[in-house]
């Protein structure tokens, strides 16, 4: 480990159904009243942050990407003019792409004919087009990439853009996840397999809960060498220590447990850290009745007692290919403030799970090692490990 480079998040932005202000979403984790969930961004014009022409040409997914990491370098406070073009880098995640245009062409085929279709449907509609705008937004030519790893994507591609400054490869990467809203069709598949939350609520670990609620949006991190950060004066919101990456090898929708432990165990590892370093968990904690029992089923097999843990998906949903991304902000954020978003004030927990649960109001910690888990279909598991920089 001695001769990888440190990373420091220092800058994050955020697109959501609480609009962009990064101080208003982080209140809004920490201090929204139990309530179901409403998801869709709102309040939204790409037009801040991309020209006439590229909204036209683009999908709501690689908008919301440019815009999130536009809002992190400005976060940051880096002019994307001021890094080597060469030695700038974005890694993003995203989960079934573009399906907003795909619908609206769609239709237009059918009604009017294959000649009104947009030719730039194309290349909008590639996943790979949410990585490709935003490095053009910023003029780098470095490592341009979409991570497509379904719910552990955004977690995946924070660990992709960390690995890239460790190896000196990079020295800034712009690295996150974006979502855009999920069709009609999809949401009839994600009802039939019964994880859809039929009451809007997402209470993780409750047990009342009865599925999850989609959101649609986008989070981007700036990471910067660590030791280049403190030399520019950046603030620095969190160092990420470690990382693990597994699959299931099992089934393509019921999780194991067994790829979780191994994720786990794999991350604490890449971070030199044992289980009892760890003083928080911000778990994937989808609020479904078997993602739920898996995930604390392997917190207890490798921690005994596992630390207190949250799920933030209670108060925002579940970003799909942006929620480890999301979530990766989120503990950022609760390091850099000293609190420790809460499950609610509502809470029933099961007590089949056994967790420490962040219930009641949110609570101020002392930051330390903290584990970010995301579990994703195909049995694809991502694990960060985040903490404040020493």
Request: charged share 20%; net charge negative.
């Amino acid at each position: 480990m001695s001769d990888r480079r440190r990373v420091a998040i220092t800058g994050l932005g955020t697109v959501s159904s609480n609009g962009t202000d990064l101080a208003e979403f982080w209140e809004w984790i920490c201090h929204a009243d139990p309530a179901p969930i409403h998801t869709g961004v709102r309040g939204f014009d790409p037009r801040q942050f991309m020209g006439t022409k590229d909204v036209r040409r683009s999908d709501p997914f690689s908008q919301y990407g440019v815009a999130a990491s536009h809002l992190a370098l400005r976060d940051a406070d880096l002019d994307p003019a001021d890094v080597p073009a060469r030695r700038g880098a974005v890694v993003l995640a995203n989960a079934y792409g573009a399906q907003t245009s795909l619908e609206f062409e769609r239709d237009r085929m059918i009604a009017e004919g294959d000649i009104t279709v947009s030719p730039f449907l194309s290349a909008s509609s590639c996943e790979a087009t949410a990585s490709a705008m935003v490095s053009i937004a910023l003029g780098w030519r470095g490592p341009s990439r979409v991570i497509i790893t379904a719910c552990a994507g955004g977690t995946h591609a924070v660990a992709e853009g960390t690995e890239l400054i460790r190896s000196g490869r990079s020295d800034v990467v712009v690295a996150g996840g974006t979502m855009g809203p999920i069709p009609p069709v999809l949401m009839a598949s994600y009802r039939n397999l019964r994880v859809l939350s039929p009451s809007g609520w997402i209470r993780p670990f409750d047990r009342r809960r009865d599925g999850f609620v989609f959101a649609d949006g986008a989070a981007s991190l700036v990471l910067e060498p660590l030791d280049a950060a403190r030399a520019r004066g950046a603030r620095i919101y969190a160092e990420v220590l470690g990382s693990g990456h597994t699959n299931d090898a099992a089934s393509l929708v019921s999780p194991s447990g067994l790829g979780a432990i191994e994720c786990i165990s794999d991350a604490l590892d890449d971070a030199g850290l044992r289980p009892a370093d760890i003083v928080h968990v911000n778990a994937h904690g989808t609020g479904t009745g078997m993602n739920d029992a898996r995930e604390a089923e392997a917190l207890l097999a490798v921690f005994g007692r596992p630390p207190p843990v949250t799920s933030t998906k209670r108060v925002m949903g579940h970003g799909a290919g942006a929620a480890g991304a999301f979530e990766a902000a989120i503990v950022a954020l609760s390091l850099h403030h000293g609190v420790l978003p809460s499950l609610g004030t509502d809470v029933e927990p099961d007590p089949a799970l056994d967790l420490d649960l962040v219930v009641g109001p949110s609570q101020p910690w002392t930051p330390g090692p903290v584990l970010s888990n995301s579990f994703g279909l195909g049995g694809h598991n991502g694990c960060l490990v985040l903490g404040p920089p020493s």
